[in-house]
């Protein structure tokens, strides 16, 4: 008897080790797939960088940056292309001069040359370690102005961590994803410093929103008498007095702050 329930014993240890090493062997498996299926999905992703799908060629998506030039491409009052801008690994970079709204030298707010109204922007930034940046839209060319930002709505680049501005405006409305000094980006979604960063703008009729990792973070109207009202509030009408008057049509400008920052994948999409 006692022979018996020492077999019995032993069986079931054998049985249980062998049940746990397979599943031990179906975890490792697993593991495994999931790190293929991961470094696949990177590869994808590198290898469709700064390029349109056949969907987003049928629904008439244009490219506006291809990874290899800066065609189209020139800075703000000028005909050129900024030379401290550089088309490096498939992104747009500017290297920071460290001088803050001033910019680098030979550098400044870059523009797409050609003005949209209705559309649906998107594109992907990466900002350093306590930078500043921003993305323009509905901007206007003037004599008037130095900067692109005295004309135009911003979408703020920021590291939200590091940067001051994070901590100065009014509700967070500095951090990135934000209507710079206007709205906040709610919620505040921004990936840290030196990751990618997927955002949108769509603009119709007045009404814009923004959308940054996949998430709507603001929505608001333009010419409407809240917005006139907010505005006032802000910072803009000091630098210009008819700022709240953004125009129905305008350039996508990308902002020289002085700081290292990435743009890649712009495309729009003309509503």
């Known amino acids: ?105 030979n550098g400044g707010d870059i523009l797409y040359d050609e003005v949209f109204d209705n559309f649906h922007l998107k594109l992907e930034w990466k900002i350093s370690t306590g930078g500043n940046s921003g993305i323009f839209y509905l901007g206007q060319e003037s004599d008037d102005y130095d900067f692109i930002w005295k004309t135009a709505p911003e979408m703020q680049v920021l590291d939200n961590e590091k940067h001051p501005d994070a901590m100065l405006g009014t509700d967070g409305n500095r951090k990135a994803g934000s209507l710079y000094d206007i709205y906040p980006a709610e919620p505040q979604n921004a990936k840290p410093a030196g990751e990618w960063n997927s955002v949108e703008i769509i603009v119709y009729n007045g009404t814009v929103v923004h959308k940054q990792n996949g998430e709507t973070v603001v929505e608001y109207h333009l010419w409407t008498p809240q917005w006139k009202e907010d505005v006032a509030n802000s910072k803009f009408p000091e630098l210009n007095e008819n700022w709240a008057d953004v125009a129905k049509e305008g350039y996508i400008g990308l902002q020289d702050h002085g700081d290292d920052v990435w743009f890649r994948n712009i495309k729009i999409k003309q509503l």
Do not use: H, Q
């Not at 077999?7 to 031990?24: H, Q």
């Not at 992703?45 to 390029?51: F, I």
């Open 1 to 105: 008897m006692k022979k018996t329930i020492l077999a019995l014993t032993t069986f079931a240890f054998i049985a249980f080790s062998c049940g746990d090493t397979n599943k031990k062997e179906n975890k490792n498996a697993e593991a495994e797939e999931s790190i293929e299926k991961t470094n696949e999905a990177d590869v994808t992703e590198a290898s469709e960088l700064n390029t349109l799908s056949k969907g987003e060629k049928e629904e008439g998506w244009k490219l506006l940056f291809d990874g290899e030039t800066s065609e189209n491409w020139r800075g703000y009052n000028t005909d050129v292309f900024p030379s401290d801008w550089k088309v490096k690994e498939g992104t747009l970079f500017m290297a920071g001069s460290g001088r803050g709204e001033a910019g680098s030298e």
